[in-house]
C-alpha cells in the first residue's frame, strides 16, 4: 500500500517551465518562483540566454537541485548588439530589437518543449506567439501554459511572507 501511495505522490510532481522576458525585474521574480515550485518537489526548467543564465547563477548561487538552466542562444538581430541579452544591456530605444530577438526564440523553445516531458509552462507577458507553439501539437502529454506578469509573482511573494510574518505575532 505504501508502494501505491508513493507512485500516486510522485505521479502528482510536474516539469516546469519557465520563460521570463529579458530582464532581471522578470527574471528573479520567476527564479523565486521556480525555487519554491522546486521545494514542493517539482522539476523546473528554467529558460533563458546562457549569459543571463551565468549571471543568475552568481546572483543566487543556492539553487535547488531541481532547477534546472535551460540556455537557448539569443538569435542575432541587425540594430541590436551582439552581446547583448537583457534590457539591462542596451538603452531603450533599442529595447525593440531585443524583443525581435526574443521572438526568434520561438523555434528553439517550440523544440525544447516538444522534446521533454514538460507539463506546465510558465511565460510572462512577452511571448505572445508560445501558447500557439508547441501547445498546440498532437502529443500524449497533458500540458498547459499560464501567463505570469513578474509584477504579479513580486507582489505575491511579498504578500505570502508579509502573511507568515503576521501569523507568527498572533498566536
Do not use: C
Request: aromatic share 10%; glycine share 2%; hydrophobic share 40%.
Amino acid at each position: 500500500m505504501d508502494e501505491m501511495k508513493k507512485k500516486e505522490h510522485d505521479d502528482q510532481k510536474l516539469h516546469i517551465a519557465a520563460f521570463p522576458w529579458l530582464a532581471f525585474g522578470h527574471f528573479l521574480p520567476f527564479l523565486h518562483l521556480s525555487n519554491h515550485l522546486a521545494q514542493l518537489g517539482h522539476r523546473i526548467s528554467f529558460i533563458s540566454t546562457p549569459k543571463n543564465l551565468r549571471r543568475l547563477t552568481e546572483i543566487s548561487p543556492n539553487q535547488s537541485a531541481s532547477v534546472t538552466m535551460v540556455p537557448l542562444p539569443l538569435p542575432s538581430v541587425h540594430g541590436l548588439p551582439d552581446s547583448a541579452e537583457s534590457t539591462s544591456e542596451v538603452p531603450f530605444h533599442l529595447v525593440p530589437y531585443l524583443k525581435q530577438a526574443y521572438d526568434k526564440l520561438q523555434f528553439p523553445l517550440t523544440d525544447f518543449l516538444q522534446n521533454s516531458d514538460v507539463n506546465w509552462v510558465i511565460l510572462d507577458i512577452a511571448p505572445h506567439w508560445l501558447p500557439l507553439s508547441p501547445l498546440n501539437s498532437v502529443s500524449t502529454r497533458s500540458s498547459s501554459a499560464f501567463s505570469v506578469p513578474a509584477h504579479s509573482l513580486s507582489w505575491a511573494r511579498r504578500r505570502t511572507f508579509s502573511a507568515a510574518a503576521n501569523s507568527r505575532w498572533r498566536t
